[in-house]
C-alpha cells in the first residue's frame, strides 16, 4: 500500500473550482515549521470488534491541526509510517501516551510522556467519537468494509 496524503475517494466527490488550496513547501511554511507535535492511536473496528483499525495520527501541538494519519493495527511497522510522513516537518519534540512503539521508535530526548501535553489529541478523539457513531467504543452502527471506514469515515477530520 502506497502512502497518500490526501484523501482520493473524497477529491473525486468535490468541485474542484470549490476548494481553495495554499501550498508551502516545509522549508518555506509560514511558521518555522512545526516544533512540536502531538502522537496518539484511536481504536475503530470495521464488521465486527475482532477486525480492528487503529487511527494513528499527529497534531500540531501549538494549533492542532492534523499532520498526518496512518490506518492499521496497533504495531510498530504502522507507527513508523506515520513518522515517515511526519520527517518533513522537522518536529523537534513529541507528546504521546506510554504506548511502547512510542518509546521504541522515538529518540527519548524529543519525547515526552504524559497526559499534561496531549489534551488537544484526546479533544479529538472525543469530537470524533461523538459526531461519528461508528467510532463509538459501545455502538450498533459499525463500518463493513475497510475501505469505507478508512476513506469515508475521516473526511471530517
Given amino acids: 500500500m502506497k502512502l497518500q496524503s490526501v484523501n482520493q475517494a473524497f477529491l473525486e466527490t468535490i468541485n474542484p473550482d470549490s476548494i481553495e488550496v495554499e501550498i ?24 465486527k470488534k475482532k ?14 491541526k492534523v499532520l498526518a494519519y496512518v490506518f492499521g493495527k496497533r504495531q510498530d511497522q504502522v507507527f513508523l ?29 524529543q519525547h515526552e510522556i504524559g497526559k499534561k501535553n496531549t489534551q488537544k489529541i484526546e479533544q479529538k478523539h472525543i469530537r470524533l467519537r461523538t459526531r461519528i457513531k461508528r467510532l463509538a467504543r459501545k455502538t450498533i452502527c459499525f463500518s463493513k468494509s475497510e475501505k469505507m471506514h478508512d476513506e469515508r469515515d475521516w473526511t471530517i477530520y
Fill in 24 to 47: 508551502y513547501p516545509v522549508k518555506e511554511s509560514p511558521k518555522e515549521g512545526v516544533e512540536e507535535s502531538e502522537l496518539d492511536e484511536m481504536w475503530s473496528f470495521v464488521e
Fill in 51 to 64: 477486525n480492528q483499525r487503529w487511527l494513528w495520527h499527529a497534531i500540531a501541538h501549538a494549533t492542532g
Fill in 81 to 109: 509510517k506515520l513518522k515517515e510522513l511526519l520527517e518533513p516537518f522537522g518536529i523537534k519534540k513529541s507528546y504521546t501516551d506510554g504506548w511502547g512503539a512510542y518509546e521504541r521508535n522515538l529518540p527519548a530526548e
